[in-house]
């Protein structure tokens, strides 16, 4: 009988510490440093990835991978849709990158594009108030940012857009998620946007060895 009642006893601790372990990784500040994050009281790893092909490493959650191309078109019906979309398994969550290639930038007129484009969506946008309009910087690249809320029919929508120089374009990205996900999802995807780093192939890196040889 007493053995019993020790054995229930040491599960029903067990099971409290599992509790108090689970609600202190909820209550924690989302670092994606730690490894993972908790949006909604879910938990998602976070790991280094590839992306645009492999010119770009970026921070981001596991299950983040390149949209399937029959829901892109659902999804993003226009010819104008992003040349690369990553999203969650639900969906719910998108990180997008379009390379405009039609004339040549550099790092120090990102923050410029951005606030033009920051108007474009002012005069589109008119009843959507324009926050978080900065520059940061990743390494030696600047990163231009300013995020909005869009009212659509099934609700608001959060959306951030990021602009960057890659490979002497202007590389625009987005990232969206539903409104009731913003609080957490906003922390988050600035220090995502902290992480990307270019990465060059062979090729690429003798070019720049061999500019910074000039330079000296």
Known sequence: MNNKTDSEEIMKKLKE?????????YAMENDIQNGFIVVKYKKF????????DGSLTMMMPSDFELMDEGLVKVKYPGEDRPDYI?????????????????????????????????????????????????TIQA???????????????DGKVYNLMFFMEHKGCLLMG???????????????????LMTIQEKFGPDESDQEKGLNAESR
């Open 17 to 25: 510490a599992k509790r108090g372990e689970e609600q202190e990784i």
């Open 45 to 52: 790893d976070v790991e280094e990835k590839e992306i645009m």
């Open 86 to 134: 990553y999203s969650g398994e639900d969906t719910t969550v998108n990180l997008t990158f379009t390379m405009e290639e039609s004339g040549q930038i550099d790092n120090e007129e990102v923050e410029e594009a951005k606030d033009i484009l920051e108007k474009q969506i002012g005069r589109l946008y008119p009843a959507s108030k324009i926050e978080d309009s900065q």
């Open 139 to 153: 390494g030696e690249k600047n990163i231009s940012f300013f995020s909005f809320d869009v009212p659509l029919l």
């Open 174 to 192: 987005a990232f969206n998620c539903s409104i009731h996900q913003k609080k957490q999802w906003k922390k988050v995807i600035l220090q995502m």
